[in-house]
């Protein structure tokens, strides 16, 4: 599901920027990775995957088996990153910021399956990190850094996979008699 929620940033991108045709690319960024970075391309380059922390230890939920955890909810960490000259790196950094800006919260209808199936919405925040965690990124990247924007977005709910053998909780009672 991560990767489809990475498809589905980069065609919010293009379907905003229809004059610039399929620019934007998957990437990881990495040093390591053997792929080369390709030239006068936009850069959709996931760096982290969370747990959402407002929505842990949600009570459990009706599933096929019973009672099962409540499906999870990641938040994930974007670099977005132009290949190519500095001033054109600006200008394509800025239309990425005007898509997120104009749709923040994507929803099923330009999802596509099995990921609108999975989410009811996928939400997208400008982050601003300061330049002791920019160096960090880059640094363990193994990359120079350069002009880039940070994203957060929320994906609900990653559903758990049930087992069968699992039996339900019909009754749970604490019966308790005070002293006389």
Sequence with gaps: MIREVSEALRDVIHRATPDLGAWVVLHSLSQGDKTALPDTKGILALIAVAEHPHLRNRPLVDGLTGLVRAPLSLQLTYLVTY???HDEAQTRLGRIVQAFHTTPIVRPPDLTPPLSDEVESI???LLAP???ER???WGSLGRAGRLALFYEVDVAPVPVLEREGRGRVREHRIDWVGAT
Excluded: E
């Design 135 to 137: 160096n960090q990124v």
């Design 123 to 125: 939400a997208v925040r």
């Design 130 to 132: 300061n330049a002791d």
């Design 83 to 85: 290949v190519g000259d």
